[in-house]
């Protein structure tokens, strides 16, 4: 595979470091870089990809609003910083993506959101529909309430997360180091930037232990964490600068970037993970016609749910089998057992009468379904 171009993606996750947005000495926000920010996500946009923002800076941001004193800050005054700071940065990228006609719509997340399957399909039906009405999701964790237990920390690790959620093929990491070095850049020995890495072994990551200084160091760690979580879901993964004016032109001109290629495609991956890791908690018998509707490529309706078994809650595995009680898919149920049982064998439409809440018109949606195991 050559190098891979941002052109060539369809679902593209870009994450933006703090100290790119923020000029912390001027107390500022980097407004003009922004905006080119912003223009070149409007390019990508504008040939129908789908972007995502991963935007970190609230707690920067919130800093310099409440000109708090430099340092280190407590748990309750970063989370109150945050508070303060998430506004701004919510208006600014709205304000920066307007300008090309693009509307933002704010995604805040904490660690469960990604990690427990019934809020992580909470979580990626939002952020699906906002790309259906072709908004640009703007992400960041949720600082004012994440507690240490329950924080991801960086917007790396979010960021990767993010990406393989949403099934996007690339995610771009912009901060203020452009790639991955062999030895600490500021050593004075000639450290050799590494342009591509195929697999995130223990020699890269001994390289992300000795590569820079104070911040960067830890920087470099959660990026390869990051790079693992990505790959492993068949997410590529760019570290690039974003010291830069137009980051993510400069990317596809050939700037110096480290690239984490993946040989898995995100799709494949996603579904080997349902249909392989998954234990599953259930199982839904359905008609012949929900089998040839499945075999098409459809999602499972609830009409053609014939009987169901087991106790699973929302977002569990379950095991799809035809009239003959042979298995001929996996799936993540959209709704837990008790519901199933209700809609089972119903139309769509009866959905929000028979619960009493608006549900999904699927029972397993079709992004979620593995059809033709044996
Ligand atoms: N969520 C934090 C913020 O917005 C940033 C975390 C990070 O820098 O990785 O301030």
Redesign the pocket.
């Known amino acids: 595979m050559n190098t891979p171009r941002l052109a060539d993606f369809r679902r593209i996750v870009v994450k933006i470091?703090?100290s790119l947005l923020v000029d912390a000495k001027a107390s500022r926000l980097n407004e003009k870089w922004l905006a080119s920010l912003a223009a070149d996500i409007a390019a990508l946009y504008a040939g129908k990809r789908d972007l995502l923002v991963v935007s970190?800076?609230?707690?920067?941001l919130g800093r310099s609003v409440l000109k708090l004193p430099a340092g280190p800050l407590a748990l309750e005054d970063s989370q109150a910083a945050?508070a303060v700071?998430q506004i701004a940065l919510a208006r600014t990228w709205t304000e920066a993506l307007s300008r090309h006609g693009i509307t933002a719509g704010q995604v805040l997340v904490t660690l469960g959101d990604t990690e427990e399957r019934r809020r992580y399909l909470n979580a990626r039906s939002t952020i699906d529909r906002l790309l259906q009405w072709r908004a640009v999701p703007v992400i960041?964790?949720n600082?004012t309430v994440a507690t240490n237990e329950i924080r991801y920390g960086?917007?790396?690790r979010l960021a990767a997360r993010v990406a393989t959620m949403m099934s996007a093929d690339a995610l771009v990491l912009l901060s203020d180091v452009d790639g991955l070095y062999d030895a600490p850049p500021d050593s004075g020995v000639a450290a050799r930037h590494l342009p591509r890495v195929e697999r995130v072994t223990p020699e890269i990551e001994a390289m992300a232990g000795a590569a820079g200084s104070g911040l960067s160091r830890g920087g470099m760690q959660t990026k390869l964490e990051a790079a693992k979580i990505a790959t492993a879901a068949g997410t590529h993964m760019v570290i690039a600068s974003g010291r830069v004016e137009h980051p993510l032109s400069a990317i596809e001109k050939g700037a110096r970037s480290t690239w984490f290629v993946t040989a898995a495609n995100p799709v494949t991956a996603r579904k080997k993970w349902i249909a392989g890791s998954l234990e599953p908690k259930g199982t839904l018998t359905i008609d012949a016609g929900a089998v040839t509707a499945l075999r098409r490529g459809n999602s499972l309706l609830p009409v053609g749910v014939m009987r169901i078994e087991g106790d699973f809650a929302r977002g569990d595995a379950v095991i799809i089998r035809g009239p003959d009680g042979v298995e001929i898919a996996r799936g993540l149920c959209a709704y837990d057992a008790e519901d199933a049982h209700k809609i089972r064998g119903r139309s769509s439409s009866d959905i929000d009468t028979i619960l009493g809440f608006s549900g999904r018109a699927e029972m397993v949606h079709r992004d979620d379904l593995v059809v033709g195991r044996e």
Request: no cysteine.
């Open positions: 470091g703090s970190s800076g609230a707690i920067a945050a700071g960041n964790e600082d960086d917007n790396d």
